[in-house]
């Protein structure tokens, strides 16, 4: 059964850091571009970074550029991303998906094949 997983969310403080995971099971990460989106309450779904599959190349939004880091461990297959400063519009429930590489729409949810079921972010004092 293909599967991903997040793990790593939590409630943080504004500044403060996390780390999330993506999992794979059923299927090997270093076959697919992986991305990161985000959803906060009453707001649309958004592309927040992607890394591709042999790690060429790697996407930011600007909200989050300089601050998230996204890297991947093909042999652990997992994908990870590091969110240091964190801001209180950072808050939000954040999924990984895996895909294809495509350069024009890399923070589009549809252009991929498989979706994890999120982990939640809250950045509070």
């Known amino acids: 059964q293909v599967q991903l997983v997040e793990s790593g969310g939590g409630l943080v403080q504004p500044g403060g850091s996390l780390r999330l995971s993506c999992a794979a099971s059923?299927?090997?990460?270093?076959?697919?571009?992986i991305g990161w989106f985000r959803q906060a309450p009453g707001k649309a779904r958004e592309g927040v970074s992607c890394i591709t599959n042999s790690d060429e190349i790697r996407r930011y939004s600007d909200s989050v550029k300089g601050r998230f880091t996204i890297s991947r461990d093909n042999a652990a297959n997992t994908v990870y991303l590091q969110m240091n400063n964190l801001k209180p519009e950072d808050t939000a429930v954040y999924y990984c998906?895996?895909?294809?590489?495509?350069?024009?729409?890399?923070?589009?949810?549809?252009?991929?094949?498989?979706w994890g079921q999120g982990t939640q972010v809250t950045v509070s004092s």
């Open positions: 059923g299927f090997t990460l270093d076959d697919y571009t």
């Open positions: 998906a895996a895909g294809g590489w495509y350069a024009s729409s890399w923070d589009i949810w549809d252009a991929y094949d498989y």
